[in-house]
Nanobody
Framework: QVQLVESGGGLVQPGGSLRLSCAASGSIFKIYDIYGMGWYRQAPGKQRDLVATITRGGSTVYTDSVKGRFTISRDNAKNTVALQMNSLRPEDTAVYYC????????????WGQGTQVTDTS
């Protein structure tokens, strides 16, 4: 059974920082390497959108609104991914979801339960 367990969400003042972490586990990851890991977020009444992703080789993609403020990193050996969020803004308030995917015959996505990040402004 696959599990992605997130931690690190919470309340933060404008301009503050938070660090989100996610650990992936499951038998599937013993067969297939996790190719990509990332973070998505969903604000109330909106769709779930990409925040940042990182491949096993370290290539990263960020949505424009977080460039220069957020940094994604991963530990391939531990199957963990982190998101350092600095200079937080009210529009960053959302539920943040961890994502991991493997490439087998198809692309298989796995998701965490989500962690709330709230700007207190």
């Amino acid at each position: 059974q696959v599990q992605l367990v997130e931690s690190g969400g919470g309340l933060v003042q404008p301009g503050g920082s938070l660090r989100l972490s996610c650990a992936a586990s499951g038998s599937i990851f013993k067969i297939y390497d996790i190719y990509g890991m990332g973070w998505y977020r969903q604000a109330p009444g909106k769709q779930r959108d990409l925040v940042a992703t990182i491949t096993r080789g370290g290539s990263t993609v960020y949505t424009d609104s977080v460039k220069g403020r957020f940094t994604i990193s991963r530990d391939n050996a531990k199957n963990t991914v982190a998101l350092q969020m600095n200079s937080l803004r009210p529009e960053d308030t959302a539920v943040y979801y961890c994502n991991a995917y493997v490439l087998a015959s198809n692309k298989y996505d796995y998701w965490g339960q989500g962690t709330q990040v709230t700007d207190t402004s």
